[in-house]
């Protein structure tokens, strides 16, 4: 059975620093795009990150860029998402998504309707 499982959210105040993982199971993790996305009360998902299948392509929103850091380990079949300088716009639940490479130069889809598999979600609150 395919899996998202998502961790590390938490309260944190602003400024500080959270990292997210998501451990994947049941597809071949290597072989998928692997997305960030958050969810507000009230709102709808917002794309926050993606990252290729090697890992060597990265997108970030411009409301995050400069402050999280996307990777993922394939040898571990896991993906992460080092956020840094928080503020409280970024209180959220975070979800990790996977999307199936189908072309070897396949762009990265910043598109909630194009991941095929979601975690659960992880809350982050940015609160003093």
């Known amino acids: 059975e395919v899996q998202l499982q998502a961790s590390g959210g938490g309260l944190v105040q602003p400024g500080g620093s959270l990292r997210l993982s998501c451990a994947a199971s049941g597809f071949i993790f290597s072989s998928y795009h692997m997305s960030w996305f958050r969810q507000a009360p009230g709102k709808g998902p917002e794309w926050v990150s993606s990252i290729d299948t090697s890992g060597r392509q990265r997108d970030y929103a411009d409301s995050v860029k400069g402050r999280f850091t996307i990777s993922r380990d394939n040898a571990k079949n896991t993906l992460s998402l080092q956020m840094n300088s928080l503020k409280p716009e970024d209180t959220a639940a975070y979800y990790c998504?996977?999307?199936?490479?189908?072309?070897?130069?396949?762009?990265?889809?910043?598109?909630?309707?194009?991941?095929?598999?979601w975690g659960q979600g992880t809350q982050v609150t940015v609160s003093s």
């Open positions: 998504a996977a999307r199936p490479r189908r072309a070897v130069f396949q762009v990265l889809s910043h598109q909630a309707a194009d991941y095929n598999y």
